[in-house]
């Protein structure tokens, strides 16, 4: 089945650890996103990918740290820098981003917690 | 910011249409709506997009205003699986990025 995968679905970390959340997308698709969430809000972008060996911020991208070393993955690290990391995180992959058609897949998620 | 407006919720009875609105006054001309919903603790799923026109898949209807100010998403026979967050998004298609705003959270009551 083709389809987007985020592991682990849940994760656990000190303070002051960098943690990396794992994205994975198996329908060819150009573009890929991270996105952050919290409680009782709307998705909030973080980095995106338009293809690989590249990326550009989104809007809360201080704290975060992306790479897009093939095309299927695009990890996503949260750094010690990120002032308040606890939050749920969605990946998400498009066929482009300047398509007519290109509504975006989302993952299942991974919930961060912080302690 | 988000382009759109949107009511923080709403509920509907199991069985009849629900009618979810969203106003977008300032969309451009070369802007789309689009709508996702998120059920609770899982990714965003896209439900249909529309220019001007009217559209409908198997999901949802969506009905645009002729001066495409307001839309509406219809589901025309709500379930309880139904029961989401709705987001309701502006976007043309060289847009990078979507700009999520809180949405509606849709209940439906048996």
């Known amino acids: 089945d083709g389809g987007i995968t985020q592991s682990p679905k849940y994760l656990f970390r000190k303070e002051g650890q960098n943690v990396t959340l794992s994205c994975e997308q198996n329908?060819?698709?150009?573009?890929m996103y991270w996105y952050r969430q919290d409680p009782g809000q709307g998705l909030r972008l973080i980095y995106y990918?338009?293809?690989?060996?590249?990326?550009q911020k989104g809007d809360i991208a201080e704290g975060y740290s992306v790479s897009r070393e093939k095309k299927e993955s695009f990890p996503l690290t949260v750094t010690s820098a990120q002032k308040n990391p606890t939050a749920f995180y969605l990946c998400a992959s498009s066929i482009g981003t300047g398509t007519l058609y290109n509504e975006q897949f989302f993952g299942p998620g991974t919930r961060l917690t912080v302690l | 910011d988000a382009k759109t407006t949107q009511p923080t919720s709403m509920d509907c009875a199991e069985g009849r249409a629900a009618n979810l609105p969203c106003n977008h006054s300032t969309i451009s001309g070369n802007e789309y709506v689009y709508w996702y919903r998120q059920i609770h603790s899982q990714g965003p799923q896209y439900i249909i997009h529309g220019l001007k026109n009217n559209e409908t898949n198997e999901m949802a209807s969506l009905i645009i205003t002729e001066d495409r100010k307001s839309s509406t998403l219809i589901l025309p026979h709500a379930t309880l699986r139904d029961t989401a967050v709705y987001y309701c998004?502006?976007?043309?298609?060289?847009?990078?990025?979507?700009?999520f705003g809180s949405g509606t959270r849709l209940s439906i009551r048996p």
């Open positions: 990918s338009q293809i690989v060996n590249d990326f």
């Open positions: 329908l060819n698709h150009d573009a």
């Open positions: 998004i502006v976007r043309d298609s060289s847009a990078s990025k979507i700009i």
